[in-house]
């Protein structure tokens, strides 16, 4: 009878992650694009990040450092509009998402961009790294990838799929308990699962993508993570303690470019005759 439970908890298991899979985006100039595990809804997710979002805005701003530093809440607010102006080519419904864009006054190097397009610039990663408005993007982009890309659900999800694969009872009692139980702690989920080297990497090459069709220089990808690095361990950012700035990995950025250039070029071109009728 055991054995039977453990065939039935198994084929359970297979079923849930063959109906599960999917993409959550068209793959764009750089083929973004792969099938993911996805056993929890968008909604719940994003329920969970806006909750998270709020609470973490809410703390900036009884310290006082939501949106103190006007150059720079300028500076990524006006970054953040042009990249999520593209962000139709990847996901079209994102272009409805309830953007959200503050700076966040602190000596952190970090940046994120929460499920549903909850983003937050910590001062620090412009101050230590002296961020050009490229290499800015470059951040932003990232950031923003992981949220189109819906990585955090996919984590969450994988942990949804271990829990059922660990417990025999609960893949015979269904998955509704466990995905109330995750979707119910969501809003601490997205900030604690990190995120594995594939999504980094497709978070890399996405917001690439998504800089050079806003007109920026992707080139500056691969100078920001040359600066994470060179700032050493005492001081290592929070990004590299799950965004790992190696060789291979500027290296893949490297590799990327020949198919972004020509859209940073067309954006850069368009963007030049825009400016010169302007100032007639």
């Known amino acids: ?20 899979c999917q993409s959550t985006t068209a793959g764009g100039a750089t083929n973004s694009s792969r099938s993911q595990l996805l056993l929890i809804s968008s909604d719940e997710v994003n329920q969970g990040a806006a ?11 009884s310290a006082k450092a939501l949106n103190t530093n006007t150059a720079y809440t300028k500076r990524v607010k006006n970054i953040s509009n042009k990249l999520i102006a593209q962000v139709g080519v990847f996901r079209p419904d994102a272009l409805k998402w309830k953007w959200e864009v503050n700076v966040i006054n602190s000596k952190e190097v970090n940046a994120y961009c929460m499920p549903g397009g909850k983003i ?7 101050s230590s790294l002296n961020l050009t408005d490229d290499e800015l993007a470059a951040v932003i982009g990232h950031e923003m990838a992981h949220a ?29 308990s466990t995905q109330q139980s995750l979707a119910g702690t969501a809003s601490q989920l997205v900030l604690t699962l990190p995120f594995s080297r594939t999504m980094e ?13 806003a007109g920026y220089n992707p080139e500056a990808a ?15 950012p929070e990004l590299l303690s799950t965004h790992p ?10 590799s990327e470019l020949p198919k972004v250039m020509p859209l940073y070029q067309t954006a850069a071109k368009r963007q030049g005759k825009s400016a010169a009728k302007k100032k007639r």
């Open 148 to 176: 189109l890309r819906e990585h955090s659900r996919e984590q969450i999800s994988q942990q949804i799929a271990t829990d059922q694969a660990l417990s025999i009872a609960g893949a015979l009692a269904g998955l509704s």
């Open 51 to 61: 909750t998270a979002y709020k609470k973490e805005l809410g703390r900036a701003r």
């Open 222 to 236: 691969v100078n920001v993570w040359k600066k994470m690095a060179n700032l050493g361990d005492s001081s290592t």
């Open 201 to 213: 990497a497709e978070a890399d090459v996405m917001g690439m993508e998504l800089m050079a069709r």
């Open 120 to 126: 937050a610039v910590y001062s620090g990663i412009i």
């Open 245 to 254: 700035s190696d060789s291979s990995r500027i290296d893949r950025l490297h």
């Open 1 to 20: 009878m055991k054995r039977i439970f453990v065939l039935l908890a198994a084929l359970m298991a297979g079923t849930l992650l063959l109906s599960g």
